[in-house]
């Protein structure tokens, strides 16, 4: 993934940029973040905005390699006035992408553009995406999710037609995941660790704060002189260094004191806190292999009430793998029609080739320890399960249904789980 810092100062020109991009970015990256300074006026992210050659062209550019604006539209950005400070991102990246707010207490006429990215990064150094953000699922609006998924659907242009090799099942299954995991990103609020949750928290830090975020007001302002200015500037970096420390201190503590307040199988409380990840060795999950798949016409043509039934079989609240769509979240979509005519026509051709989709074999590995073991600093003491997609496990319920189609399925399935399945 690449991450480029855009800046675009007035008379240049910007075509020389996105050739650049083309050039020397397309190619080595699939997944681009492009965030800055456009310096530019267009409609799609500015109502207001008249006619300019410059910004339709770079739009244009920006919607032929797949990049969607992350920043809202007519978020000011610029002297509280217009909206130049722009976040772009690959479609792929959408659902890890949000934008959190814009920071009008700065030392410079443009805001600070707030926006996060949920990753990590293996001991290799290669980028390993982290799963979908936690979403509150059981108070969503199902309606806003609806309309949201049909202009998910419109807007990354996904076709309706039948897919005729695994290549395109596999491209429909990656892109129907995205569109799915934009709608709910768009229709339900984020589960959000408050303030008042951290025990670290309290009245010393909250007073520091203040001190920080008035010295940095003061720090904005016009001084009679230069002298003055460095000085107030000054002082604001110090009281954000001072909040900083005894936020980091006060962390500390806590966390030490939590650690210490354990006793016996207590211990096993830091899993939700994700620290047993640090103990466990990497997994080598091997290469990649390709199957030879056969067009097989002895295989009966899938219904769609053979979706209905699969899709009834789940449970709504069953744990998600790493794309956070649960039972419900699917049902829900197998509702709007422009979903279930694409979705319906991807099973149709997965079991037609006996194929899975790449996409649907990652899956999420949680260790759990056993009950009453004497001791557990040996492996036996734990138990690990999959967290497998939700989508997968429907497909799995229409193969049963053709004895063949299941039996190609489980002779293949031994091997891609141990070369595919990813360990978060």
Partial sequence: MSIINRNHPRNTLSHRFFEFLKREIKEQYSKIVIAGDYNLHHKEWESRAGPNTEADEVVEWLHENDMMLITPRNQKTYNNRTNIDLVYGSVDLLHRISFSGVDENTLSDHSIVEWDIYMSQSKNGDEVFTSVKRLNIKNADWEKFDKELSSAIKDFNVHNKTLKSTDQIDDQAKVLEEVVKRAMAKSMKEVKVMKKSKRYWNQELREKLEKALEAKREARQRQPSLALKRQKIEEAKKARKIFDHSLREASTEQWNK???????????????????????????????????????????????D?????????????????????????????????????????????????????????????????????????????????LLKIPSKVLEKLYKKNDQAYNALTSTRAIWGKTRLLCY
């Fill in 258 to 304: 939590y650690l210490s307040s354990l006793e016996g199988n207590d211990i096993w409380k830091i899993l939700k806190h994700e620290i047993w990840k640090a103990l466990l060795p990497e997994i080598d999950h091997g290469l990649d292999r390709e199957f030879e798949i056969d067009d097989d016409s002895r295989w009966p043509k899938l219904e769609f």
């Fill in 306 to 386: 053979e979706v209905d039934s699969a899709l009834a079989d789940t449970p709504n609240d069953k744990a998600p793998g790493d794309d956070g769509i649960t039972g419900k979240v699917l049902k829900m979509a197998w509702l709007n029609k422009d979903f279930k005519e694409r979705f319906f026509k991807l099973l149709q051709a997965c079991v037609k080739f006996g194929y899975h989709p790449k996409v649907w074999r990652h899956g999420i590995i949680v260790v759990i320890p056993k009950p009453k073991k004497p001791d557990y600093s040996k492996p036996r003491a734990y138990r690990p399960i999959s």
